[in-house]
């Protein structure tokens, strides 16, 4: 049972195993739907995740770039260009630039 079910949802069956009867074909036939509908979910729910990493490594970078060019202007101080590089590091690696928690956001700043 298991052997038919497993190559009956990853394809359309060895054909060792077939229906005869009506309602074995009709059960055969919504278990190949089933295995499809799932591996495409797979498939999509996969595809979202890669999207959604480079989305945010994207956005990340754009921040990135729009304050290497703030910080290039000749009135920014060296060593605050240098803090707020590692900033934007620090956070990366940290969270991968997400916001954090709504919690944490009602704690008063001097905890933060």
């Known amino acids: ?3 038919w079910t497993v190559a009956t949802m990853s394809s ?3 054909g060792d195993v077939h229906a005869t009867t009506d ?3 009709f059960f055969a036939l919504s278990v190949m739907l089933l295995g499809t509908l799932l591996y495409s979910c797979y498939i999509a729910t996969s595809a979202a ?4 990493a480079d989305f945010q490594r994207s956005r990340y970078a754009e921040k990135v770039d729009a304050l290497q060019h703030y910080l290039h202007q000749p009135q920014v101080d060296r060593s605050i260009a240098t803090r707020a590089t590692n900033h ?7 969270n991968r630039g997400e916001r954090q928690h709504p919690l944490f956001a009602a704690l008063p700043d001097s905890i933060h």
Do not use: L, P
């Open 1 to 3: 049972a298991v052997y």
């Open 49 to 52: 995740s890669i999207a959604n």
């Open 88 to 94: 934007y590091e620090y956070v990366w690696m940290r």
């Open 23 to 25: 309602f074995e074909k």
């Open 12 to 14: 359309v069956g060895y």
